[in-house]
């Protein structure tokens, strides 16, 4: 840069010499020699500055070559990393389809599942509401212990006591299970519009296990003279209760029966199941007054 700088000074001077002629108030001889010289350090600059140039020149061919043959290498590394990214994008896309396909087939494997679990739950439903139905149908066939009203009677038995009738009864099993642990507790009541009226227990009475669909008959002595089974005032009121287990749950399970005579004839006696909830109340409401809760009649 200074080289530059004292040519350019030399130069102009040169000019300037050139027009306002500064040389010429020097001797002429002495003249000749400082111009000679001025050139001769002109010409030395001018190398000089050439040399810097042609130097400069091959350093920025030097520098302009790397710079080739770094972009010939980031050129290289470019295509390269295009290529990979080619690649990639080929995987990619590839990756893509697969998705694609795997999606389809996804929604193929959730379709199917879902049928599938829609099945469970439908198989489910059935298998619980089978489940309840054999809960239910298993507590439907658990024992159960019925007196039919038409087997109720009053009976001479020439076998015990002739002096007493006896009352007379068959209990069987309606269920599908065994009962057991049978107990009954019958409560008598004779009365006329209960101003007079006599109460009897019949003694308790323990029987052994009855099966399924089986069945037996009962007689119970009847502590009251037989000439009071013909009075066509009174009445004759039965409560049975009988308590028992089923075989198999050993649930506790009791059955409550209240019957009422249509009219004292002796053997000729029948009995009737009180379903009449006016006649029943009235019946109870004087049992209730009496105290004879054990006799008071449940209508269903």
């Not at 043959?69 to 990979?84: A, V």
């Not at 990639?88 to 599938?116: A, C, F, P």
Request: aromatic share 10%.
């Amino acid at each position: 840069m200074w080289i530059k700088l004292i040519i350019t000074i030399v130069t102009l001077f040169l000019l300037f010499d050139e027009y306002f002629k500064i040389f010429d108030k020097v001797i002429k001889k002495n003249r000749r020699r400082v111009v000679l010289l001025i050139l001769a350090v002109l010409a030395v600059f001018s190398l000089i500055d050439v040399i810097i140039q042609v130097n400069e020149g091959e350093n920025l061919v030097k520098k302009a070559n790397t710079i080739i043959i770094q972009s010939d290498s980031l050129i290289g590394n470019t295509n390269s990393i295009i290529k990979d990214l080619e690649r990639n994008i080929e995987k990619v896309e590839k990756s893509g389809k697969n998705i694609v396909v795997m999606d389809s087939v996804l929604r193929q494997v959730r379709d199917t599942v879902d049928n599938q679990v829609e099945l469970l739950k439908r198989a489910t439903k059935k298998s619980i509401e089978l489940v309840r139905l054999e809960e239910k149908k298993f507590e439907q066939d658990e024992a159960k212990i019925y007196i039919p009203t038409i087997s109720m009677k009053i009976v001479n038995n020439k076998d015990l006591d002739t002096s007493y009738y006896y009352f007379k009864f068959n209990y069987m099993n309606v269920g599908e299970r065994t009962g057991t642990k049978l107990n009954f507790d019958i409560k008598g009541l004779y009365f006329d519009d209960f101003s007079d009226y006599r109460v009897f227990n019949l003694p308790m009475l323990s029987m052994e296990d009855i099966p399924a669909r089986g069945g037996q008959q009962v007689f119970r002595k009847v502590n009251l003279d037989k000439s009071l089974f013909f009075s066509k005032n009174h009445w004759l009121l039965f409560s049975i209760n009988c308590s028992y287990q089923d075989k198999i749950t050993e649930k506790k399970i009791s059955y409550k029966t209240v019957l009422i005579s249509s009219k004292l004839k002796g053997e000729e006696t029948k009995f009737v199941q009180i379903i009449d909830e006016v006649f029943a109340n009235n019946i109870n409401r004087k049992l209730f007054k009496l105290g004879l809760h054990d006799y008071l009649i449940e209508i269903k």
